[in-house]
């Protein structure tokens, strides 16, 4: 399977490019992560289906995967920079507005069972790692990490959060994509 991608762009997440939330939903990585992960789930036994663009779930979760009467709902992410730095991201601030209005991120989404990162290099997809909000959120909280703050002109608001070394996260999986 072939997971490039045909124009280069670099994470918001990480202040290269900033989008608002329709630009965010419809961008072509971002797509891209949900088929991949949609596609594995597939191919380990799940029904699976795609959430990603249902107003109710928007506060939950990118795909719904049931085996039998197990259900759970999956966020999908992806990161430009994971490969590079050792670090996923963990969003404590979706939206720190200039007015003073806060939106918490999706570390504090209700609902979350997993957390599947798609890791790119350059426009291709090279893995994708497998983990719990949980297992994210407790790392996060277990030390001092390094932050990140990404500013978003247009709508005039930060998102904030820290970056967390792979290796801090208790039962994580990583597979390489061919």
């Known amino acids: ?28 990585r971002r797509k891209q992560a949900e088929v991949i992960c949609k596609k594995y789930w597939q191919e380990e036994g799940f029904d699976v289906i795609d959430v990603s663009e249902n107003p109710s779930y928007f506060h939950r979760g990118d795909i719904i995967k049931k085996l039998g009467n197990e259900e759970e709902v999956v966020e999908v992410k992806y990161d430009a920079w994971a490969i590079q730095t050792g670090n ?4 404590l601030i979706e939206k720190a507005e200039i007015g003073g209005g806060t939106k918490l991120g999706w570390g504090y989404k209700i609902g979350i069972h997993q957390m599947n990162f798609v890791l790119f290099e350059e ?3 090279k893995s994708i790692i497998f983990t719990t909000r949980e297992d994210i959120k407790e790392a996060a909280f277990s030390k001092d990490f390094k932050g990140f703050a990404s500013y978003h002109p247009r709508e005039r608001y930060y998102t904030l959060g820290v970056l967390i070394p792979y290796q801090e ?6 597979i390489e994509l061919n």
């Open 169 to 174: 996260i208790k039962n994580i999986k990583i």
């Open 88 to 91: 996923i991201p963990f969003e």
């Open 1 to 28: 399977m072939n997971y490039s991608l045909e124009r280069k762009e670099k994470s918001g997440l990480h202040g290269e490019m900033n989008y608002n939330f329709i630009e965010q939903n419809n961008n072509p």
């Open 123 to 125: 426009s291709i997809a």
